[in-house]
């Protein structure tokens, strides 16, 4: 264990000194902080690889078993704040590691398609937000049967066995655009493929047609006409697309 926690040390002070951007987010008299940038991203993904899901705990499990390798450790809430200003170099060292080869995605792997919305104000007050009015409007979480003002993350990731799907391309979008709407917009960036997994947002004949004549073959959920009788065929189908959908470990 203690020769994972080197090699993500090193791999991360490599970034640094390979990215001068990161460095200048230090142009301040605390450009030296005893607890270094390099450090703090080095606990925050230790401890996500040791299966810490929160800042809180992952602070608590280094201050408890790591203490002696991080003695000047600030406290949890110093660690928060520092944390949500690196957002930058979270994407750099994502972009660093594809480039590597650290995670392999090739052409002939299937695809993975979903959206989640960004929510910054629910329900009642939905119609009142005036957050980021240049993007955000009004749109309904069919998930949570909510109506919502904010936004919408459209993911297209790369499917791999028994673990999390490997995200490839990110799509903006307001609240009130439908998914197929938002696929169509990211189709003149798909890389090549074969499988293009999707929920029942996606069930279109047209876009099912646009799909295969690009190379794709669209897999989505059934999704049942009204009035249309169940049947037990599209509900095992659907079981089958979930699989794919959300890998199980």
């Known amino acids: 264990m203690e020769n994972k926690l080197i090699a993500l040390y090193l ?13 200048q987010q230090r142009l301040s008299n605390n450009h030296q902080p005893l607890f270094s940038d390099e450090e703090l991203l080095t606990i925050y993904l230790f401890g996500h690889l040791q299966g810490f899901t929160t ?52 052409a002939d792997d299937d695809r993975l398609i979903d959206s989640v919305p960004v929510m910054l104000a629910r329900g009642t007050r939905a119609n009142r937000g005036r957050v980021a009015p240049e993007l955000a409007d009004t749109g309904f979480c ?12 459209h993911f297209i990731a790369a499917r791999r066995v028994k673990e999390l799907p490997l ?24 890389p090549g493929g074969r499988g293009l997994f999707a929920d029942k947002a996606f069930f279109h004949d047209e876009t099912q047609r646009d799909c295969r004549e690009r190379g794709w073959f669209l ?20 079981r089958f697309v979930s699989a794919i959908r959300q890998p199980r470990p």
Not at 79 to 100: D, T
Not at 142 to 153: D, M, N, P
Not at 167 to 190: F, G, N, V, W, Y
């Open 142 to 153: 069919a998930t949570r049967q909510q109506h919502y003002r904010g936004v919408k993350l």
């Open 55 to 106: 800042q809180r705990r992952i602070h608590d499990y280094i201050r408890n078993h790591w203490r002696e390798w991080f003695p000047a450790l600030p406290a949890y809430q110093s660690v928060n704040c520092r944390l949500n200003e690196l957002a930058p170099a979270f994407e750099l060292l994502i972009e660093e590691l594809l480039r590597s080869g650290a995670w392999q995605i090739t």
């Open 219 to 238: 897999v989505a959920a059934y999704k049942r006409h009204r009035h249309e009788p169940e049947t037990s065929v599209p509900a095992l189908y659907n």
């Open 167 to 190: 995200p490839e391309k990110i799509h903006l979008s307001q609240a009130s655009m439908h998914d197929l709407q938002a696929l169509r917009e990211m189709r003149p960036s798909l």
């Open 11 to 23: 791999l991360i002070c490599r970034l640094y000194d390979t990215q001068p951007v990161l460095k």
